[in-house]
């Protein structure tokens, strides 16, 4: 105790005293950060929601073109499928006309039985022949 009704000056005191103050300031500090944090969040999630519409609306179009290029490319197919399968129902009708005429065709013995029978019938006439 001082002299002259004055406390005397307590170190701990003075810095629990500004501890405390400090301790405000960064309570105020952090609260002032988590405000901007939480409206920087909002910020990002409505630019968020926006791309992602902005994508939705991209890739619906891109989406609908490529079927719309799909639905094309399979008429185009189909078309030559049906060009294929009336090419091969031609050639089977021209196969089996082939095959027909085949059938009278002489066979390899049967030429050269043919061969040899000219070959007999020149010596036959040769020998009784004038």
Do not use: C, W
């Amino acid at each position: 105790m001082a002299e002259g009704g004055s406390e005397a000056f307590d170190p701990d005191d003075f810095r629990l005293k500004r501890l405390e103050a400090d301790m405000g300031e960064v309570k105020a500090d952090i609260k002032a950060l988590r405000g901007e944090v939480h409206a920087e969040i909002g910020a990002l999630r409505t630019e968020l929601r926006d791309e992602m519409r902005a994508l939705r609306t991209v890739l619906g179009e891109g989406i609908a073109s490529f079927r719309a290029e799909i639905k094309e490319e399979l008429a185009a197919v189909k078309s030559e499928v049906k060009a294929q399968r009336a090419d091969m129902g031609k050639m089977r009708e021209d196969m089996s006309y082939v095959r027909g005429r085949q059938d009278y065709m002489p066979t390899t013995i049967q030429l050269l039985g043919f061969i040899i029978a000219i070959f007999v019938a020149s010596g036959l006439t040769r020998y009784f022949g004038h």
